[in-house]
Nanobody, 124 residues
């Protein structure tokens, strides 16, 4: 079992940047495909980005493509989400998730472990 803790959220103006971090413990991250999801009030949790265990394969939601970058550091059990050119519609709680699925899956119910989330608020 793996435990996930997100950090790096905050308040930023539109056009700004934030870097989210996800620290894993309990098991090596090398065993997992990792994903980032987000959920705004009154909305369903939605896929943001995912990365394969090796980092060779990534997938992004269309809404964040070319603005967000997911990366991982297996040696230090960390996953990151670099968010640039932030928009007010990016405001949400952001969650890190892990799955033993070897494919870069995008649906929340394919993920086995979740962090508690970090809040990102983008002001206009």
């Amino acid at each position: 079992q793996v435990q996930l803790v997100e950090s790096g959220g905050g308040l930023v103006q539109a056009g700004g940047s934030l870097r989210l971090s996800c620290a894993a413990s309990g098991r090596t991250l090398r065993d997992y495909t990792m994903g980032w999801f987000r959920q705004a009030p009154g909305k369903e949790r939605e896929f943001v980005a995912a990365i394969s265990w090796s980092g060779d394969s990534t997938n992004y939601a269309d809404s964040v493509k070319d603005r967000f970058t997911i990366s991982r550091d297996n040696a230090n059990n960390m996953v990151y989400l670099q968010m640039n050119s932030l928009k007010p519609e990016d405001t949400a709680s952001y969650y890190c998730a892990a799955t033993t699925n070897t494919r870069v899956v995008v649906t929340p119910n394919r993920y086995d472990y979740w962090g508690r989330g970090t809040q990102v608020t983008v002001s206009s």
